[in-house]
């Protein structure tokens, strides 16, 4: 059975560092490209980054490029986002999500076939 379990979320003040993880269970997760979408109250999902099977290949939003950094850690089937300097308006539920079919060419990350729960970050200003 297939798992990804989010953790790291929370709330901050403006300016301030969070490091978000995601474990994936069940799956070869170094057979995937992996990465964070995320979704404040009433706005569309926005793809935050990607990372492709090796790591050797990440993408960013704009919106955040500069300040996040995606990594993996594939002897542990992990995915990390380090959230650095972070703005009121990075405030949303963020999901991890991992597929196969794609290589990090682009950061739609929330068409990934596989997702997690999502993990709540709030900044406060």
């Known amino acids: 059975q297939v798992q990804l379990m989010e953790s790291g979320g929370g709330v901050v003040q403006a300016g301030e560092s969070l490091r978000l993880s995601c474990i994936f269970s069940?799956?070869?997760?170094?057979?995937?490209?992996a990465g964070w979408f995320r979704q404040a109250p009433g706005k569309e999902r926005e793809g935050v980054s990607c990372i492709n099977w090796s790591g050797t290949r990440t993408a960013y939003a704009d919106s955040v490029k500069g300040r996040f950094t995606i990594s993996r850690d594939n002897s542990e089937n992990t995915l990390y986002l380090q959230m650095d300097s972070l703005k009121p308006e990075d405030t949303a539920m963020y999901y991890c999500?991992?597929?196969?079919?794609?290589?990090?060419?682009?950061?739609?990350?929330?068409?990934?076939?596989?997702r997690g729960q999502g993990t709540q970050v709030t900044v406060s200003s």
């Open positions: 999500a991992a597929d196969p079919r794609y290589y990090c060419g682009g950061i739609q990350v929330y068409e990934y076939n596989i």
């Open positions: 069940g799956l070869s997760f170094d057979d995937y490209a």
